[in-house]
């Protein structure tokens, strides 16, 4: 229990078992290779984790353009419905609950929001679209790139009258940090960051598979911090690898070691 507590801030009066999902559902989310896998593994666990009937995710590119969506339980005309009216609409009658808005990673905490439906009421977008869809309350959250603009929001939506509890609450926020600092990993060089045609370039290192994972991050720009937060490891022991890996890299600091491992960067995208 210590390990897997070891990576979220202990609060107190936290039921243990609150740990354990949030556990699992970072465990899962580290097996993703895209933004869009990784939603999707997202969805798949908190279904367990906070049960909801209806999700809808929104992808937006670095000038929140939507370039993509992914959703569970929505039939596809509510989702044409709102990119097709309701996408230029909202900003001007419900400003509050429109996609493209000025958020920055600073504010990060600001963009976790559970809604109250019951609570709105008197525009079309409420009347027509939540109404209409039979929503009771919402979810809403974002993840953000390394430059600290969010590049997807996501909704997590029920049509019964259960607002989501202290302990799913609880839950998912003790995982959000982490999943954060995954999602803005996957921008680092705006492909896929678990390249395996690059760790091949490091094959003559001899690099162990926990040594290839730390430097595989270390060149995605994460901190040391963040590194022994996504691995689970002390980050006392992320360091005894970092040596290790100087040692065979023939390096001696971290600067080195990103001249070493990125000098063939250009050949291997």
Same mark, same amino acid.
């Given at each position: 229990m210590?390990?897997?507590?070891?990576?979220?801030?202990?609060l107190?009066?936290?039921d243990?078992?609150?740990?354990?999902?949030?556990?699992?559902?970072?465990?899962l989310?580290?097996?993703?290779?895209?933004?869009?896998?990784f939603?999707?593994?997202? #969805?798949e666990? &908190?279904?367990k984790?906070?049960?909801?009937d209806?999700a809808?995710v929104f992808?937006?590119?670095?000038? %929140? $353009?939507?370039?993509g969506?992914y959703?569970?339980?929505?039939?596809?005309?509510w989702?044409?419905?709102?990119?097709?009216?309701?996408?230029?609409e909202v900003p001007?009658?419900?400003?509050?609950?429109?996609?493209?808005?000025?958020?920055?990673e600073?504010?990060?905490e600001?963009?976790v929001?559970i809604i109250?439906w019951s609570?709105?009421?008197?525009?079309e977008f409420i009347q027509n679209?939540?109404?209409?869809r039979?929503?009771?309350?919402?979810w809403?959250?974002?993840?953000?790139d390394?430059n600290?603009?969010y590049r997807?929001?996501?909704s997590?939506?029920r049509?019964?009258?259960?607002?989501?509890?202290?302990?799913?609450q609880t839950c998912f926020?003790?995982? #959000?940090?982490? &999943?954060?600092?995954m999602y803005?990993?996957?921008f680092?060089?705006?492909i896929?960051?678990?390249?395996? %045609? $690059?760790?091949?370039?490091?094959e003559r290192?001899?690099?162990?598979?926990?040594e290839a994972?730390?430097?595989?991050?270390l060149?995605?720009g994460t901190?040391?911090?963040n590194?022994?937060?996504?691995?689970y490891?002390?980050v006392?022991?992320?360091y005894?690898?970092?040596?290790?890996i100087?040692?065979?890299a023939?390096?001696?600091?971290?600067q080195?070691?990103l001249?070493?491992?990125l000098?063939g960067?250009?050949?291997w995208?």
């Amino acid at each position: 229990m210590n390990d897997i507590t070891y990576a979220f801030p202990k609060l107190k009066g936290v039921d243990p078992s609150c740990y354990i999902d949030a556990y699992s559902l970072v465990l899962l989310c580290s097996q993703a290779h895209t933004p869009r896998s990784f939603t999707m593994k997202l #969805l798949e666990k &908190l279904k367990k984790i906070c049960p909801y009937d209806e999700a809808i995710v929104f992808f937006l590119n670095e000038n %929140k $353009k939507i370039t993509g969506q992914y959703s569970v339980g929505v039939k596809e005309e509510w989702v044409n419905i709102y990119l097709e009216y309701y996408m230029d609409e909202v900003p001007k009658t419900n400003p509050a609950f429109a996609i493209q808005q000025n958020l920055r990673e600073t504010d990060w905490e600001k963009t976790v929001n559970i809604i109250d439906w019951s609570q709105y009421s008197g525009t079309e977008f409420i009347q027509n679209y939540i109404n209409g869809r039979g929503l009771k309350y919402s979810w809403g959250f974002t993840f953000f790139d390394m430059n600290g603009n969010y590049r997807v929001t996501i909704s997590l939506d029920r049509k019964t009258e259960s607002p989501f509890t202290r302990r799913e609450q609880t839950c998912f926020r003790l995982a #959000l940090p982490i &999943l954060n600092n995954m999602y803005r990993n996957f921008f680092y060089s705006g492909i896929d960051t678990s390249s395996k %045609k $690059k760790q091949s370039q490091w094959e003559r290192y001899n690099f162990t598979a926990r040594e290839a994972e730390i430097a595989n991050l270390l060149c995605q720009g994460t901190t040391v911090k963040n590194i022994s937060s996504i691995l689970y490891i002390e980050v006392s022991t992320t360091y005894k690898h970092m040596a290790h890996i100087y040692k065979k890299a023939g390096v001696s600091s971290k600067q080195e070691l990103l001249v070493e491992l990125l000098q063939g960067r250009d050949t291997w995208e």
